[in-house]
């Protein structure tokens, strides 16, 4: 494999070099020698190149280090811009995994080299200074340690290079690295939102992926609920609890549940299935730019509780040790989350109990079957009561007269059963006006004392009141309507509502578009299919969209046209994250415009003919005028006209 310079001069320090084992740093000068034959007289080098051939070419095909001479290229500004290879040993392509390159440029090769070699080489070959220095090739995704020396004397292009690939040892020194960072960083005191994007961060830069969410898991409920989610594009937030089935794969989930992790190099082609929950994923995938992912689960007492998982927005192959490193940060990070909620969860309960009876905004109180001997300054502040009067059974005085009666018969129910007691009764303010209240209490069976709240509802009910009229006019205007409206909910891929009228214009049921919104898809005229789905992401962008398509109804196998608005609508953010919708069925308007046009043709195609035949006066040339207009309209190639009595006559 070694392709030798053409040198009849064979260097003395050869047959010395071949038997050693050198650094490339040791290594590179004598290989200068003797690829120059440096040797001490001009006898011994012819001598030596008969006697050291076989040991000059055993070194560097069977030495480890990768050896390359390669000639330094200049363009036509006089920059290096290229280099030619000459001579390799078979360590070469071991190395770099490229193939026999000998006769061939890098730019050949590679196609875009990294441009430092060039440079790095022409500098060597400029100065005769060797150098010593570790650099990337980004289209073979290794990294290398190179010694790089001149051959020749000055004004030489050519420059042998002794190198190894030490793409894994630095990888794991970055590794090491990282995870050293990421002990400092989970050692530190921080939130979680904050802990989390570090950790993210740093994991997601060190892998060159763009995103990561952290997701608790609730199986009870079958929900997933994303805590923490960033991307380095600029894609929709999916914060938020979402039905489980409907945001990762049954296969992703049975991996996640065995405690394995969940990996996918290509969303869209590994994806498996051809139904709606599949298309729903994808889609789902696609507009939050995921092409690839690796999850890691997190268990706690045999029960799957959350996953950490890190994203790519492009297809991309996971090695096994990207795949083992995301595991250990995740393993690394969810015990630290876990105790910092608990510590959360502690410190906010000490100070909810510290603090709730000054500051939450509802009355609090506490006392015996008997009386009751504490309530919080809001009382006071809403009763217009002092501290004195309004203790005690104070409170009988200004619960509403019509609610007092069954005030008490509650009150005496859950002290007698030990139930919760709660009642929405009205009491007087210092003003004199009643406002509704919602009171809850419950009663401690060993001590026989009572704590509760009474919170003003008053405003919250007349709201709820009227938001429930508003609701009620909606859905009567809705189920009234002839036309079909429906509502898409962006983030969790799915149809929030539908009209009624789906089922008279489509044949389907409100309750089957709910479930499965590619149930109205598959009704859609085969020529209009991949036309209607150009809408969604257009609108998604923040267009309102308008389209006409036909479906063929199930039931009856009817073509109807139908015209669909589709419209963004944001949340307080900006974002949009629902998309709402109005059908029509305009196959009587589309008839009545096509009779319309035909109607407009036939009067135009009259018009034509009266102006036609109005200056003719002979029989004939009215019959052939006649005859060649109505041709002309109709498209034709000839027409008869024909006399009955006389017999058919041939125009």
């Known amino acids: 494999m070694l392709v030798q310079r053409p040198n009849d001069a064979a260097p003395g320090p050869l047959l010395a070099a071949a038997t050693l084992t050198l650094s490339p740093g040791v290594?590179?000068?004598?290989?200068?020698?003797?690829?120059?034959?440096?040797?001490?007289?001009?006898g011994e080098a012819t001598a030596d190149v008969r006697a050291s051939e076989e040991k000059y070419r055993a070194l560097f095909t069977q030495m480890d280090e990768a050896y390359a001479v390669v000639e330094v290229i200049k363009d036509g500004a006089g920059r290096w811009a290229d280099f030619l290879f000459l001579e390799?040993?078979?360590a070469f392509m071991r190395h770099t995994g490229m193939p026999y390159p000998v006769g061939r440029t890098g730019t050949e090769l590679l196609g875009t080299p990294n441009p430092r070699w060039a440079e790095l080489y022409g500098q060597v070959a400029e100065t005769g200074v060797a150098l010593r220095v570790e650099?990337?090739?980004?289209?073979l995704?290794?990294?290398?340690?190179?010694n790089i020396f001149r051959l020749g004397g000055e004004g030489s292009r050519q420059v042998a290079v002794l190198f190894t690939d030490v793409t894994e040892r630095k990888r794991r020194e970055a590794t090491r690295e990282l995870l050293v960072a990421l002990a400092t960083d989970l050692s530190q005191p921080a939130s979680e939102e904050a802990l989390v994007h570090t950790v993210g961060a740093k994991l997601v830069a060190h892998l060159g992926a763009t995103c990561y969410h952290y997701v608790d898991v609730d199986e009870d409920r079958a929900e997933v609920t994303v805590r923490h989610f960033w991307h380095a594009l600029a894609v929709p937030p999916v914060l938020g609890t979402f039905p489980i089935d409907r945001f990762m794969a049954p296969d992703d989930l049975r991996r996640l549940r065995a405690g394995e992790a969940a990996v996918l190099s290509d969303v869209q082609r590994e994806l498996s299935g051809d139904t709606g929950a599949a298309a729903v994923l994808k889609a789902g995938a696609?507009?939050?730019?995921?092409?690839?992912?690796?999850?890691?689960?997190?268990?706690?007492?045999?029960?799957?509780k959350a996953y950490f998982a890190v994203a790519h927005s492009e297809a991309r192959p996971w090695t096994e040790a990207e795949i083992d490193l995301i595991q250990e940060v995740a393993g690394r990070l969810f015990p630290r989350i876990e105790r910092l909620r608990a510590g959360e969860a502690g410190r906010a309960s000490e100070a909810r109990y510290r603090n709730l009876a000054e500051t939450v905004p509802a009355m609090v109180w506490e006392g015996s079957d008997e009386a009751v001997d504490y309530f919080n300054r809001r009382w006071f502040d809403y009763t217009g009561l002092d501290r004195a009067a309004g203790l005690g059974n104070a409170w009988h005085r200004v619960v509403h007269p019509d609610d007092a009666a069954e005030a008490r018969r509650r009150s005496d129910?859950?002290?007698?059963?030990?139930?919760?007691?709660?009642?929405?009764?009205r009491l007087r303010r210092a003003d004199g006006q009643y406002r509704r209240h919602l009171a809850r209490a419950v009663r401690d069976p060993a001590t026989g004392r009572w704590t509760g709240t009474a919170l003003d509802i008053h405003d919250l009910s007349e709201a709820q009141a009227a938001l429930q009229a508003s609701e009620t006019r909606f859905r009567q205007f809705a189920e009234h309507s002839g036309d079909v409206l429906w509502v898409w909910n962006v983030a969790g891929q799915r149809v929030e509502y539908v009209s009624p009228a789906v089922a008279r214009v489509w044949?389907?049921?409100?309750?089957?578009?709910?479930?499965?919104?590619?149930?109205?898809?598959?009704?859609?005229?085969?020529?209009?299919?991949?036309?209607?789905l150009t809408a969604m992401p257009r609108v998604l962008s923040g267009e309102t969209v308008t389209q006409e398509y036909r479906i063929v109804r199930p039931d009856t196998g009817e073509v109807r046209w139908l015209r669909d608005t589709a419209f963004?609508?944001?949340?307080?953010?900006?974002?949009?994250?629902?998309?709402?919708?109005?059908?029509?069925?305009?196959?009587?308007?589309?008839?009545a415009e096509a009779a319309l046009r035909a109607s407009a043709e036939r009067q135009a195609f009259l018009l034509r003919l009266s102006d036609a035949l109005r200056p003719l006066t002979e029989a004939g040339d009215i019959e052939n005028t006649a005859a060649r207009v109505l041709g002309e309209h109709l498209g034709a190639t000839r027409v008869m006209y024909a006399d009955i009595e006389g017999g058919p006559v041939q125009r």
């Open 27 to 42: 290594l590179g000068p004598v290989v200068a020698d003797l690829l120059e034959g440096r040797s001490s007289t001009r």
């Open 135 to 139: 650099e990337s090739e980004r289209t």
């Open 507 to 532: 044949g389907v049921a409100p309750e089957q578009v709910m479930a499965d919104i590619w149930a109205l898809y598959a009704l859609v005229h085969p020529a209009d299919q991949e036309g209607s």
């Open 568 to 591: 963004p609508i944001r949340d307080a953010s900006g974002h949009v994250h629902r998309v709402g919708g109005i059908a029509q069925d305009v196959t009587e308007q589309k008839a």
């Open 286 to 304: 696609e507009a939050q730019r995921i092409g690839a992912y690796v999850a890691a689960p997190y268990s706690q007492d045999g029960r799957w």
């Open 413 to 425: 129910k859950a002290a007698s059963t030990g139930a919760v007691y709660e009642m929405d009764y």
């Open 141 to 146: 995704g290794r990294v290398f340690d190179l």
């Open 88 to 90: 390799v040993n078979p």
